[in-house]
């Protein structure tokens, strides 16, 4: 499975169709409409990922 954000292979799962890119730090999953994808923040919690944030790369 391909990050959806950087494109790297470095992709773990974590949950049922949940996964983690150790390449950019997103966790993301899979669903009917698409994939939603997340920023895990400093606390361990899940915020909307923003494509705006170059601290990502």
């Known amino acids: 499975m391909n990050c959806p954000v950087c494109g790297g292979k470095a992709t773990g799962k974590v949950g049922i169709d949940q996964y983690y890119c150790w390449d950019c730090c997103v966790e993301f999953r899979m669903n009917r409409e698409g994939v939603d994808?997340?920023?895990?923040?400093?606390?361990?919690?899940?915020?909307?990922?923003?494509?705006?944030?170059?601290?990502?790369?």
């Open 37 to 57: 994808i997340f920023e895990v923040v400093e606390d361990g919690s899940l915020v909307a990922f923003d494509p705006h944030n170059t601290g990502l790369y």
